[in-house]
């Protein structure tokens, strides 16, 4: 039950940090002023109003009795009670209207009905709010006659009412305004922090990001700042250790294969330079799965322009690339060019024709790489994106290398915020599937 509770509440409560803090800033105010304004409606404007009503009722009844004792003095009488009382007095010979000019949900309506009712009897009394905009028109029917009394409004209902929502009503929204600047500054620091972990995760320079906002808030960001100088040294130290251990490691090799050239015992030379060749082959491996980590600036990147230039490069007949409207992304673009490469380049490896699709979805693009090759066991789709995996049986997508291909691929479409799947397609071979947002 309270799981369930729980879970509608996360499903109606922002999932924004601003709007959660403006509800709690918020919210006690409204209430409050809620709370307030029903208890002065209800134990002070409504107690009020009814006993002004109250009032003007018994100065009615006065009014008709008077008239029923003397009907002589009739101008002496509406003249009186109009200077000293504001009252227009009619008497007439017609009979009370038959619409009603009541307002069924005002509680002035309704009080004013209510005295009326208990004092005149039901169906002898007509009464409107509305028709005149400061007045108020009252009917009572005494004997044979009508008596119509034009009263002012504030002798049924009182003023203040008016200027109590408007005192209550303005401050708190002057307050709100004013929590809603402060809570803004106050989450910007939040956001920019949120937005330069997001570049750092996918792998962008974050040179200009400055801690800013509360202290503690603050704080979170120096160490953040602090923590991706660690990590950029970090990376900075292992891309140059490797690549001196490879200038180290040319150096022999190329002595080697010098010495080889001069070994009369060709079978012998052959084979040791087959070798020699392999060990260079797994040595540009180690630098290329470093380099895919190594830093470098994103910029904003035509997909179609990058596919074009791979596609030129091959300059294979049987790779085929389906044409699609204009896609821009953020990225890494040397990074995404050897991603699909190496992608490609499998493809074509151990099967005959690649064809590469591209769809559109709302916020993400999705590029599609088929090939009618052998294809992988399922059972191997997550071992083949391990470093140093090699497949010995079926399809060796790494027989030239050392089993840092789909490793490397990995790597760059992870650091572009996407995600990249293995499975099987129509023609029996293997499909790569890759998504990365735009």
Not at 188 to 216: H, I, M, Q, T, W
Not at 227 to 240: A, G, T, V, Y
Request: hydrophobic residues 40%.
């Amino acid at each position: 039950m309270f799981s369930g509770l729980n879970k509608f509440k996360k499903n109606i409560l922002p999932k924004r940090l601003f709007y959660r803090a403006l509800i709690i800033v918020a919210a006690p105010t409204i209430i409050l002023q809620i709370l307030i304004t029903i208890v002065f409606f209800d134990s002070i404007w409504i107690k009020t109003n009814k006993n002004i009503i109250r009032s003007l009722v018994a100065q009615l009844k006065t009014v008709e009795e008077v008239y029923q004792n003397d009907k002589k003095n009739l101008d002496f009488f509406t003249d009186s009670y109009k200077n000293n009382f504001n009252f227009e007095i009619g008497i007439s010979k017609s009979n009370l209207p038959n619409y009603s000019g009541e307002r069924k949900f005002s509680p002035m309506d309704r009080s004013l009905r209510r005295e009326l009712k208990s004092s005149f009897g039901n169906n002898n009394y007509w009464f409107s709010t509305t028709k005149f905009k400061n007045a108020v028109e009252i009917q009572i029917k005494s004997e044979n006659e009508v008596i119509q009394f034009l009263v002012p409004k504030e002798m049924v209902s009182t003023s203040s009412i008016r200027l109590f929502v408007l005192w209550t009503t303005l401050p708190s929204i002057i307050l709100i305004i004013v929590a809603l600047i402060f809570l803004k500054n106050q989450t910007r620091p939040l956001v920019k922090l949120a937005k330069a972990a997001e570049r750092f995760g996918k792998g962008d320079y974050v040179n200009d990001f400055r801690p800013s906002g509360a202290l503690e808030i603050r704080k979170a960001a120096y160490e953040f700042d602090r923590m991706i100088k660690r990590i950029n040294r970090h990376l900075n130290q292992r891309s140059e250790m490797l690549s001196g251990i490879s200038h180290d490691l040319r150096t022999p090799l190329t002595r080697l294969k010098l010495q080889l050239a001069m070994i009369n015992q060709k079978d012998l030379s052959d084979k040791m330079s087959k070798d020699i060749d392999e060990m260079e082959k797994m040595l540009n491996d180690y630098l290329q799965f470093a380099k895919s980590q190594a830093q470098e600036k994103t910029s904003n990147i035509n997909l179609n322009d990058l596919l074009k230039q791979i596609d030129e490069n091959f300059s294979n007949k049987n790779l085929q690339i389906k044409s699609f409207e204009n896609i821009n992304l953020i990225g890494r673009y040397s990074a995404l060019k050897r991603c699909f490469e190496n992608i490609i380049h499998n493809g074509l490896t151990y099967g005959k024709n690649v064809v590469l699709n591209v769809q559109k979805t709302t916020n993400r693009v999705v590029i599609i790489i088929d090939d009618d090759g052998p294809g992988i066991s399922e059972d191997q789709y997550k071992n083949v994106f391990k470093p140093f995996f090699r497949l010995d049986k079926s399809r060796s997508l790494n027989k030239s290398g050392v089993g840092l291909g789909l490793a490397i691929v990995e790597d760059i479409i992870n650091s572009h915020g996407g995600n990249i799947q293995l499975n099987k397609n129509h023609l029996k071979g293997l499909q790569v599937r890759v998504s990365l947002p735009f």
